[in-house]
């Protein structure tokens, strides 16, 4: 059995810097403190830093008066910002920067008085975030079927802005039907707002698939990111998306001799380390196992912490 590795795959620098986040500052303030929603889509992750003492809950009325609060990495809508302070608390903003950038894209549209559509996927945190930034409503276009059917009151007076962790190539399509349907959309480069991570561990899985018969890729079933790498790599070659080793199921190795691995955005390294060994003790031939790491882009982007945390 070959062993292939995606490059790169798993945490981003908005990941790691969200990460940081809470993890200094529990150094800095202790425990508890909390975070308003999952600091990022990544149960292993999660429970590492409730362990550590971070609480995390789903509501700003859930946090006691006077509170640290932090904001996940999906960013947060207007009102939750506005009950915190309502509620006194000493907030730290973990959003991603790309996030942020797509936030600050739409507050300038709306200032502008464009119609804004949404491309993503309803219910996640940072489509709801991202719509819960500006005042007016925001038409949340999740798929191609709905890009064709949409509704807008003013189609002289549109633009749009996606959500950071699509599949570029359906985002294209998606953008496609629109600028044909709405002639004076006000365009950009479809792809503007997928950050860079997603464009990259993308394009690492569809070189990947080309060269394996099998692909897992771990990642929380929650995870946008996750989702959209395995949806990719399943257009070449069987793949499951898994969040542990433990969920490797033994009749998916049959007559498959090289296994591609890749992470999405949110998973540590060491799942990644889990599943080599689980793959290893699955094998007929644990010995006769090799791991090879798959040319690609070296990330080296950095987000600086917030002021309150930097030494």
Same mark, same amino acid.
């Given at each position: 059995?070959?062993?292939?590795?995606?490059?790169?795959?798993?945490?981003?620098?908005?990941?790691?810097?969200?990460?940081?986040?809470?993890?200094?500052?529990?150094?800095?303030?202790?425990?508890?403190?909390?975070?308003?929603?999952?600091?990022?889509?990544?149960?292993? !992750? %999660?429970?590492?830093?409730?362990?550590?003492?971070?609480?995390?809950?789903?509501?700003?009325?859930?946090?006691?008066?006077?509170?640290?609060?932090?904001?996940?990495?999906?960013?947060?809508?207007?009102? !939750?910002?506005?009950?915190?302070?309502?509620?006194?608390?000493?907030?730290?903003?973990?959003?991603?920067?790309?996030?942020?950038?797509?936030?600050?894209?739409?507050?300038?549209?709306?200032?502008?008085?464009?119609?804004?559509?949404?491309?993503?996927?309803?219910?996640?945190?940072? !489509?709801?975030?991202?719509?819960?930034?500006?005042?007016?409503?925001?038409?949340?276009?999740?798929?191609?079927?709905?890009?064709?059917?949409?509704?807008?009151?003013?189609?002289?007076?549109?633009?749009?802005?996606?959500?950071?962790?699509?599949? %570029?190539?359906?985002?294209?399509?998606?953008?496609?039907?629109?600028?044909?349907?709405?002639?004076?959309?006000?365009?950009?480069?479809?792809?503007?707002?997928?950050?860079?991570?997603?464009?990259?561990?993308?394009?690492?899985?569809?070189?990947?698939?080309?060269?394996?018969?099998?692909?897992?890729?771990?990642?929380?079933?929650?995870?946008?990111?996750?989702?959209?790498?395995?949806?990719?790599?399943?257009?070449?070659?069987?793949?499951?998306?898994?969040?542990?080793?433990?969920?490797?199921?033994?009749?998916?190795?049959?007559?498959?001799?090289?296994?591609?691995?890749?992470?999405?955005?949110?998973?540590?390294?060491?799942?990644?380390?889990?599943?080599?060994?689980?793959?290893?003790?699955?094998?007929?031939?644990?010995?006769?196992?090799?791991?090879?790491?798959?040319?690609?882009?070296?990330?080296?982007?950095?987000?600086?912490?917030?002021?309150?945390?930097?030494?």
């Amino acid at each position: 059995m070959e062993i292939i590795l995606a490059e790169p795959r798993g945490f981003c620098a908005g990941v790691t810097r969200a990460i940081d986040i809470v993890e200094k500052a529990l150094e800095k303030f202790g425990a508890p403190i909390y975070v308003r929603h999952e600091i990022v889509h990544n149960k292993f !992750v %999660v429970e590492n830093l409730r362990q550590k003492g971070a609480i995390f809950v789903e509501e700003i009325t859930d946090i006691p008066q006077n509170s640290l609060v932090i904001f996940s990495a999906h960013g947060v809508s207007k009102k !939750v910002e506005e009950d915190a302070k309502n509620k006194n608390l000493k907030i730290i903003d973990a959003t991603c920067p790309l996030v942020s950038k797509v936030h600050r894209e739409a507050k300038k549209y709306e200032s502008e008085d464009y119609e804004i559509i949404l491309i993503g996927h309803k219910g996640h945190p940072e !489509v709801e975030g991202t719509s819960g930034q500006v005042t007016k409503p925001v038409i949340i276009v999740s798929d191609e079927d709905k890009a064709r059917t949409v509704k807008i009151k003013n189609p002289e007076k549109i633009a749009y802005v996606t959500q950071t962790t699509l599949s %570029v190539d359906d985002t294209k399509k998606i953008v496609q039907i629109i600028e044909e349907r709405f002639p004076s959309l006000k365009r950009g480069l479809a792809t503007k707002d997928i950050c860079y991570a997603t464009q990259n561990r993308q394009d690492a899985i569809r070189e990947l698939a080309k060269k394996v018969d099998l692909i897992l890729v771990i990642g929380a079933q929650n995870s946008s990111n996750s989702n959209r790498l395995r949806d990719l790599a399943s257009e070449y070659v069987e793949s499951h998306l898994i969040n542990l080793d433990n969920e490797i199921n033994k009749e998916w190795l049959k007559e498959k001799n090289k296994i591609g691995i890749s992470a999405g955005a949110s998973a540590p390294e060491i799942l990644v380390k889990n599943v080599i060994e689980r793959l290893k003790k699955m094998s007929d031939n644990p010995e006769e196992v090799k791991v090879y790491g798959m040319n690609g882009i070296k990330e080296n982007v950095y987000f600086a912490l917030p002021r309150e945390l930097r030494k």
